[in-house]
């Protein structure tokens, strides 16, 4: 017979955010520990901090999983066809996770999926002919519904440092370009 070591797989980070998503979706995103997710996991939940430095890190990973979750894909027709496939399509992943919009709504900054999926929405909005200043507007006013929910409030108070905001644009330009002109 197998022992319990043998049939584990090895903890990586992925493997602790997937089952974090499981945990969630089962038991609903109250009911997330760390000792819960060790539990989980059968591991100690100190061994967990090899892979999410905290608990925010944890739910930023989540927030990632989930948004990776949304197809992005090339369709066919015009650019708001488009645009509405890949919102519903948004909708069905949260459909399926819907403790997800509360967590994503407070994150602060997206990750490689949130920054994928932006350059998505701007790609086909640029694609579709609105210009970069128009882009920006519909963002803003379409602020939540790219991720398949309603926020109810929009804060944009803070106004970002812009040489943070020009390191970021080149560091993934290459990658995100519609991202990268957007945030200068």
Do not use: C
Request: aromatic share 4%; no cysteine.
């Amino acid at each position: 017979t197998d022992t319990t070591a043998e049939r584990r797989s090895p903890l990586t980070r992925q493997r602790v955010l997937v089952a974090a998503v499981e945990v969630a979706d089962r038991d609903g995103i109250e009911a997330l520990s760390m000792r819960r997710l060790g539990q989980e996991l059968g591991v100690e939940a100190m061994s967990l901090y090899t892979h999410v430095r905290n608990k925010e890190d944890l739910l930023d990973g989540m927030a990632d999983v989930v948004i990776g979750q949304i197809p992005i894909r090339r369709t066919k027709g015009d650019w708001k066809s488009e645009l509405r496939r890949l919102v519903l399509d948004a909708r069905g992943v949260l459909k399926r996770h819907p403790w997800a919009p509360a967590i994503i709504e407070t994150r602060e900054d997206p990750g490689p999926a949130g920054l994928r999926h932006f350059d998505r929405v701007m790609g086909i909005l640029r694609e579709g002919g609105l210009s970069l200043g128009l882009t920006h507007h519909a963002l803003h006013l379409l602020g939540s519904r790219l991720f398949g929910f309603t926020q109810d409030l929009f804060d944009d108070s803070a106004a970002p440092d812009p040489a943070a905001v020009a390191a970021l644009a080149a560091q993934i330009g290459a990658t995100h370009p519609y991202v990268a002109e957007m945030a200068l």
